[in-house]
């Protein structure tokens, strides 16, 4: 096992990925596979803003969780675009991915504004996912714990408990390349992590801690017995069914 006592969760991150079709068939392959399964893991999809409703139609009563990829800060407003933590639990999301790296990188979101989203979704009754992670830059360097224990502590907001919040750590470097830390690598960082949040969450040492970048089926079941990895956050492989339940079961596997 790989943290006792914690269930893994395994995430899909569509990204802004697929159609309305597409997801309709993913979908229904994955709850045709987990009517037929009794997996060790939570799933949890996270389709693009726009499929959500149609998404969740599709997995209501199937004990499959919806999430959607960003939320803003506000509980309303004149904010022309944007879609508040509220608004996704009306749609009947449980979790919001929150400071994915392509969101830091790509809107220049900080640590603050991440902890700032983190607290209306929190305030909204969803669990936040809550992403960090090195680049390859900050690794070289050998900065990767100091970048990520900022982001830890910058980020999560003084609301977050261990149920109503999630860290995905997932080094830059790795997300969509193909490349993957060690076991090893994966274990330090997970261990730092752990031990961070035992002091600063409540609960913390029941805290999930995902991994995610570049899991596919080849790598998963090696990168989920990693003691303190408890599930990943999946993108690439997640649009595939046969690849995200070959994940999903690797995670199951670990926590048998
Ligand atoms: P990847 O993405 O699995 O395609 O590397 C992971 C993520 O960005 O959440």
């Excluded at 229904?28 to 959500?52: E, H, M, T």
């Excluded at 790509?106 to 209306?120: F, I, M, N, R």
């Excluded at 595939?240 to 339940?245: G, S, Y």
């Amino acid at each position: 096992m790989t943290t006792p006592g914690i269930r893994p969760l395994v995430a899909g991150n569509w990204k802004m990925n697929g159609t309305l079709a597409m997801a309709g068939a993913l979908v229904s392959d994955i709850n045709g596979r987990y009517r037929q399964a009794a997996l060790k893991a939570d799933l949890l999809l996270c389709p693009p803003f726009p499929y959500l409703a149609a998404v969740g139609g599709q997995l209501t009563g199937t004990g499959i969780s919806l999430g959607a990829q960003d939320c803003h800060t506000g509980a309303s407003g004149a904010h022309t675009g944007d879609v508040s933590a509220q608004m996704l639990a009306d749609l009947g999301c449980r979790y919001v991915i929150l400071g994915h790296s392509e969101r830091r990188a790509d809107h220049g979101e900080s640590s603050a504004l991440v902890a700032a989203k983190a607290k209306a979704a929190l305030a909204a009754g969803l669990g936040a996912i809550i992403c960090v992670g090195e680049t390859e830059a900050q690794r070289n360097a050998g900065e990767e714990k100091k970048i990520v224990e900022y982001q830890i502590i910058d980020s999560i907001p003084a609301e977050a408990t261990a149920t109503n919040a999630v860290i995905a750590y997932e080094p830059v470097w790795a997300i969509g390349t193909g490349k993957t830390p060690t076991p090893a690598d994966v274990e330090a960082m997970h261990r730092h992590i752990r031990a961070l949040l035992v002091t600063r969450v409540p609960g913390g040492a029941g805290m999930r801690i995902l991994y995610g970048g570049s899991v596919k089926p080849s790598n998963a079941a090696e990168l989920m017995a990693v003691p303190e990895v408890n599930g990943a956050l999946v993108g690439g492989a997640s649009l595939k069914v046969e690849d995200f339940w070959a994940i999903a079961e690797g995670a199951a596997k670990s926590a048998a």
